[in-house]
């Protein structure tokens, strides 16, 4: 069953379900971001990960010293055919008996910008590290501390006998953003 607005609230108010939490949508010149109807639309920090210009293949095996790491003010330009990385700004506390599937804004998706989350897993926390792929021809920007992606939550029929932090998940309680681990 997908969580509506009304659990989404009282989870992060009582359970720290997200930190910050934003209980309205805001829209006001930003790409929105807070809780929507069934979900919450998570903002994108100032921090990125680019790609090194010289890197010769990307490996998901060995990807440390690929990207680098960019601070940004307002947005950051994702030049033709690239991806970078990125995390949001809220830190998530998933319970056990629901899990996440996000999807990329439709604003950016319009734009050609896609975002890939993978699931947040039964008891997963941290700071979500998102793919930002630009599939045009041209440069794209992102906007720092806007909406980029939204999350719904479903709730199980049983909850799991092993959650994300019962095996110790390799990116649990990420705190940056967290390049391919093996």
Excluded at 14 to 30: A, D, M, S, Y
Excluded at 51 to 75: E, I, Q, R, W, Y
Aim: proline share 5%.
């Amino acid at each position: 069953m997908v969580k509506n607005d009304i659990w989404i609230n009282k989870m992060a108010l009582e359970q720290g379900l997200i930190e910050p939490f934003e209980p309205n949508q805001v829209r006001k010149g930003n790409i929105s971001f807070g809780t929507s109807s069934y979900g919450y639309d998570m903002r994108v920090s100032n921090e990125f990960m680019i790609m090194d210009v010289n890197a010769k293949v990307l490996d998901p095996k060995n990807s440390v010293n690929v990207f680098k790491l960019v601070t940004v003010a307002d947005f950051i330009e994702i030049p033709p055919n690239s991806v970078i990385l990125g995390k949001t700004i809220e830190y998530f506390r998933i319970p056990r008996d629901i899990v996440t599937i996000a999807f990329g804004k439709s604003t950016y998706a319009r734009c050609g910008i896609f975002v890939n989350v993978t699931p947040f897993e039964p008891q997963w926390e941290g700071y979500v590290t998102l793919s930002i792929a630009n599939t045009t021809s041209l440069p794209v920007k992102v906007y720092a501390n806007e909406g980029i992606a939204q999350v719904l939550f479903l709730q199980a029929s049983e909850v799991c006998k092993t959650s994300y932090a019962d095996r110790k998940g390799k990116y649990q309680t990420q705190k940056t953003i967290t390049q391919a681990k093996i």
